[in-house]
């Protein structure tokens, strides 16, 4: 799996989405910290930015499985920080913890695939169709519902504890997915359905892989290329720095 060739316009990408993701997370800091009037952020708009942020980490993520040399290992270790990420807001932001957030869906995904493309000898390349696929139908699971274009189908009301109201209970299924009724996380990343676009990101390194030459998979713009190098610890810093900032401003 592991690959030793460094793709720098990758790095700058993830850079750009890291500068994409402080601005999205100090505009909620100011929003519902400083309780500042931003009328215009909670629009559609604003979901829009927020899905682009999302959608390209893990894409990013995916696609990079393929350079790394103890994958295992490094999904492990970015679930470990995730499962702090939940212990540090959980004493500071116990109204609107991180359970169950984008670090331990990375990890959670870099851990299962990863341990899944040992077991495979030979990944098909017309299966990154498949996953874009599975990620479009099962997009809506956390809504509780499957969907197929136009059509809706709607899952147990069981699966996801509507008439028990299970809130933080059977957190195994909200992990999975199946986003329990009264369950409160401020960024929330369920195995169903994101896996599958991690899936989608790690299946394009195989359609790319023969263009690595190409000018355009080598293009290093400074600093982003240093921050999508550094990107976890990055990630792991900003917000202690922007929760810094917000108290200054009041």
């Known amino acids: 799996m592991s690959n030793n060739s460094r793709l720098e316009s990758i790095d700058t990408l993830r850079g750009f989405t890291m500068i994409g993701m402080i601005l999205y997370h100090f505009c909620w800091d100011l929003k519902f910290i400083n309780r500042f009037d931003m009328p215009w952020y909670g629009t559609k708009w604003t979901y829009i930015w927020q899905q682009s942020i999302c959608w390209s980490f893990i894409l990013i993520s995916g696609f990079c499985?393929?350079?790394?040399?103890?994958?295992?290992?490094n999904g492990m270790i970015v679930f470990a920080?995730?499962?702090?990420?939940?212990?540090?807001?959980?004493?500071?932001?116990?109204?609107?913890?991180?359970?169950f957030g984008v670090l331990t869906l990375h990890g959670s995904a870099m851990i299962l695939v990863a341990f899944g493309d040992k077991l495979i000898k030979?990944?098909?390349?017309?299966?990154?169709?498949?996953?874009?696929?599975?990620?479009?139908?099962?997009?809506?699971?956390?809504k509780g519902y499957l969907c197929f274009g136009f059509s809706k189908l709607y899952l147990p009301e069981a699966l996801y504890g509507k008439e028990l109201h299970q809130g933080m209970k059977n957190l195994h299924l909200t992990y999975l997915g199946f986003k329990q009724e009264g369950f409160v996380s401020s960024d929330y990343?369920?195995?169903?359905?994101?896996?599958?676009?991690?899936?989608?990101?790690?299946?394009?390194?195989d359609l790319l892989e023969h263009d690595f030459n190409n000018k355009a998979f080598h293009i290093d713009i400074k600093p982003f290329s240093w921050?999508?190098?550094h990107s976890l610890l990055i990630y792991m810093l900003h917000q202690p720095v922007l929760y810094g900032i917000s108290m200054l401003l009041g």
């Open 65 to 73: 499985l393929h350079f790394a040399k103890k994958p295992i290992k």
């Open 81 to 99: 920080c995730g499962l702090i990420v939940t212990a540090v807001t959980l004493v500071a932001l116990p109204k609107s913890p991180v359970i």
């Open 122 to 142: 030979k990944r098909p390349k017309p299966a990154i169709i498949l996953w874009a696929l599975l990620f479009a139908i099962t997009k809506t699971i956390n």
């Open 189 to 205: 990343f369920s195995i169903l359905p994101w896996i599958f676009l991690f899936l989608t990101g790690f299946f394009l390194y």
């Open 227 to 229: 921050l999508g190098k």
